[in-house]
């Protein structure tokens, strides 16, 4: 069964105090890792999709990166309007209709 | 460009009584569907899913069920609804090949009394 882990569960930064989040992840054969980002009481707003270990994708302040294992979404320079839920989600290739298994998410909130 | 509608954005309902949540898509055609529902506990869990119209599965057994009467509609209903239906009900849509992503609602917020 395919899992994906999140952590932290919760990161508090100073505003333009870079970091990271990482979702570890498990899955029979790996078609596509995704990040989205959810605002309180709104639907997840998609970032990137990564497909195969060693590639990256960037937009704006955020780039995301995957390894066979897992995937981080580093944080350059954050400003309180990158506070936000973040979440990581898998495809397997054993899926015919894209089902999607999600982490439980990283809620970042960054102070002026 | 394409927009994904849900409405209601808010309900509250009686224990018992039905349900009726709907979502459309815009500008694509023959997208793949998705009804997502999130607890308290920020986890989305896929609830339905479908390929084409009247073509549904299910992911996991419960109260609700979904139809797709339209290439571009999407309905989650339930005939009597309990107290653990209460939640933030997600769709989705994506291209119909799969490794695509996913595009999310707005969401409905359910809350049953």
Do not use: M
């Not at chain 2, 569907?33 to 992911?59: D, K, M, P, T």
Request: aromatic share 10%; hydrophobic share 30%.
């Amino acid at each position: 069964e395919d899992q994906v882990t999140q952590s932290p569960e919760a990161l508090r930064l100073q505003e333009g105090e870079s970091s990271s989040l990482n979702c570890s992840y498990t899955v029979s054969g790996l078609r596509g890792l995704f990040w989205y980002r959810q605002d309180p009481g709104k639907g997840p707003e998609f970032l990137f999709t990564l497909y195969s270990a060693g590639e990256e994708k960037e937009k704006e302040r955020l780039k995301a990166t995957l390894t066979k294992k897992e995937s981080f979404l580093h944080i350059t320079a954050p400003k309180p309007e990158d506070s936000a839920t973040y979440l990581c989600a898998v495809q397997s290739l054993s899926t015919s209709y894209g089902k999607l298994t999600f982490g439980q998410g990283t809620i970042l909130t960054v102070h002026p | 460009s394409q927009t994904i509608h849900q409405w209601p954005a808010t309900l509250v309902q009686p224990v018992g009584s039905p349900l009726s949540l709907e979502c459309t898509v815009e500008g694509t055609s023959n997208p793949n569907l998705y009804w997502y529902r999130q607890a308290a506990g920020r986890g989305l869990q896929l609830l339905f899913y479908s390929v084409g119209i009247g073509q549904i599965s299910s992911e996991v057994p419960q109260n609700l069920s979904a139809s797709r009467p339209q290439d571009r509609q999407f309905i989650l209903s339930s005939k009597k609804l309990l107290l653990s239906d209460s939640g933030f009900y997600l769709c989705a849509w994506s291209r119909l090949a799969s490794g695509n992503e996913q595009f999310f609602g707005p969401g409905t917020r359910l809350t049953v009394l």
